[in-house]
């Protein structure tokens, strides 16, 4: 029995090490690579760590455009969109979970059903919204879109509806009025919920692709998905600058995600199932 | 006084909802009623809008004529057909493993995840290198045991199950950390009746674990349903929808018709007979989900 379970575990082991070798190889290979030289880079058979390590990617990158312009932009736009977006969404739950009032039903119901619609459709009048308020190109277009998510109303609404009545009640005899009661004793309740929609939000936003690829025009104002397309139509196979570029945009939120790894997965598994 | 009090409310609840309000209104609502009426129109983006033409359905004729619609389509169900069920068998494998308790076991669930935090952008240009046919490692590692590999992306075949491998790779990890929770969920008596019963390990598999997963199953279902129909970043990035078409997307044609060609009025059409069949496929998923997903209590 002992034997049978050792053999089951070396088992387990063995097929888990050769998964997460599969599923984080590549970020070691762009890491490699992005310190190789131009000749290296494409030597067959190639070598898995650089000869000599080499900076001047990066540096090549910067004569042609802002690489780290990109990243600050990144992180303006995701930590604006975030925190705009947590705003946005326990402010709407509350109204939707703790203050009654007429039709609250019928717009909870609105409200839902956009969630069904798909991103495409709304693509091409939103870019037209947005260049005839002259919102493109600017941190409020990029920004503006992404802090109405019907989705973070929709669970923090379900987090808020879990608190009992009674405990409003006590503070509302107590004279404390609804923006009271919402700061000081709903969203502290509503807390793990909030935190698990502030990585799916901040992550969503810094990975967002489509958007941005609309909604701006000059380099000064690209994110760093954006930027690396970019930088791919300059350099299309020109691996060892293409990987410098990716290693910009890797590191940063890989610092983050080992910082805070745990609220990382629950966050996001969390608003995936709940 | 109890005037008053609801008066309060009435003002609190406009507060509150007020900003979300605004946003569903000009973000939502405006979008979708404007893009009905774009579909109906010849209008180009040169051109000012007060100079558009109303053109009658003769948009969505057009998107029905045009064999690229059909291209885009086919393609992703080509790409549905093989990602969701590749995502879904290895998740659950994945999970079953990671939900064993070895020592180092958390440092593996962290591994996995590392894929799902990177952008999509970052990550295709890494395999476009991968998976180049000169430079790439792939085809240097296949050359190693003996097989000459093709072209990857510029491949008509290939370049779709490239396409369709790297997702999978990419969205692997955060399914499997889903279906771990959904795992721990399951409560230990079912396992320790299995066991009085003799039940094998494979049979606690079949009948314990996956009937009890079934509502996360159901979940992962859902999401990559909708990655499908979203299909985009990694496609533009690795094969622009290339070659000739064979990876080419639904998301990308809308995107391209609208931006590139300034096809608005055809591209919003496009965009609502493809909404269509994602309302007609989700329905009838929904439908099929009362079969076999199983509600605990």
């Known amino acids: 029995m002992r034997g049978r379970r050792l053999l089951a575990n ?48 990066f540096a090549r990158i910067e004569q042609y455009f802002p690489l780290y312009r990109f990243l600050l932009n990144s992180a303006v736009v995701a930590v604006a969109t975030t925190a705009l977006q947590l705003l946005v969404c326990t402010m709407s739950a509350y109204a939707f979970a703790k203050i009654p009032f007429k039709g609250r039903q019928g717009v909870f119901l609105l409200f839902l059903t956009t969630m069904m619609i798909p991103a495409q459709v709304t693509l091409v009048p939103l870019f037209i ?53 919402f700061r000081s004793v709903v969203v502290p309740l509503v807390k793990p ?3 698990a929609l502030t990585i799916f939000a901040f992550m969503g936003s810094w990975n967002n692709f489509l958007w941005p690829l609309i909604a701006v025009n000059s380099k000064e104002l690209m994110t760093l998905p954006l930027g690396l397309s970019k930088l791919q139509g300059r350099w299309s196979t020109e691996w060892d600058i293409l990987m410098a570029g990716n290693v910009v945009s890797f590191v940063p939120i890989f610092l983050v995600y080992l910082v805070s790894q745990r609220y990382f997965i629950k966050g996001m598994t969390m608003t995936g199932i709940k | ?66 064999e690229k619609s059909y291209t885009a389509i086919k393609n992703v169900f080509v790409f549905l057909i093989g990602y969701m069920p590749s995502l879904a068998v290895l998740g659950v494998f994945l999970a079953v493993l990671l939900n064993r308790s070895l020592p180092g076991i958390k440092a593996y669930r962290a591994a996995v995840f590392v894929p799902v935090i990177t952008s999509w952008v970052a990550v295709s240009i ?107 970043d990694q496609v533009l990035i690795m094969t622009n929808g290339g070659p000739a078409g064979a990876t080419s997307t639904i998301v990308e044609q809308v995107y391209k018709n609208a931006f590139q060609f300034n096809k608005m009025g055809f591209a919003a059409a496009q965009s609502w007979v493809l909404f269509a069949i994602i309302l007609a496929v989700t329905m009838l998923l929904q439908r099929l989900q009362r079969r076999w997903v199983i509600y605990e209590r």
């Not at chain 1, 503006?144 to 998510?149: D, R, V």
């Not at chain 2, 309060?8 to 609840?13: E, L, P, S």
Request: hydrophobic share 55%.
């Open chain 1, 129 to 181: 919204l947005f260049s005839k308020t002259n919102l493109i190109d600017t941190y409020a277009g990029l920004i503006l879109p992404g802090i109405f998510s019907a989705y973070g109303t929709f669970l923090i609404r379900q987090h808020m509806l879990t608190i009992p009545n009674e405990l409003l009640e006590a503070a509302f005899m107590d004279g404390a009025s609804y923006y009271r009661v």
């Open chain 2, 1 to 66: 006084m109890v005037g008053q009090r609801q008066w309060n409310r009435r003002i609190a609840a406009f507060v509150f909802l007020l900003p979300a309000l605004l946003g569903l209104l000009a973000f939502q609502l405006l979008p979708m009623m404007s893009s009905v009426v774009i579909s109906f129109t010849d209008w180009d983006l040169l051109t000012n809008w007060t100079k558009m033409h109303f053109v009658g359905w003769s948009n969505y004729a057009e998107v029905f004529r045009e």
């Open chain 2, 126 to 232: 890494v395999w476009r290198w991968i998976l180049n046919g000169q430079s790439g490692l792939l085809n240097y590692l296949l050359s190693r045991i003996g097989i000459q590999g093709p072209i990857w992306l510029q491949d008509d075949t290939w370049a779709m199950v490239a396409i369709i491998a790297v997702t999978v790779w990419k969205d692997l990890g955060f399914v499997a950390l889903i279906l771990l929770a959904g795992l721990q969920d399951i409560s230990e008596d079912y396992y320790e009746a299995a066991e009085l019963d003799g039940a094998s390990a494979w049979r606690k598999l079949w009948s314990v674990t996956l009937p009890m997963l079934s509502p996360t199953l159901y979940f992962v279902v859902t999401i990559s349903l909708i990655n499908s129909f979203q299909l985009f």
């Open chain 1, 193 to 195: 919920t909030v935190a």
């Open chain 1, 10 to 57: 070396g088992l387990a082991y063995l097929i888990l090490t050769a998964v997460s070798l599969v599923l984080v190889f590549p970020f070691a290979w762009m890491l490699s690579g992005a310190f190789k030289d131009s000749l290296e880079v494409v030597k067959m058979p190639p070598t898995l760590l650089p000869s000599h390590w080499n900076f001047d990617n």
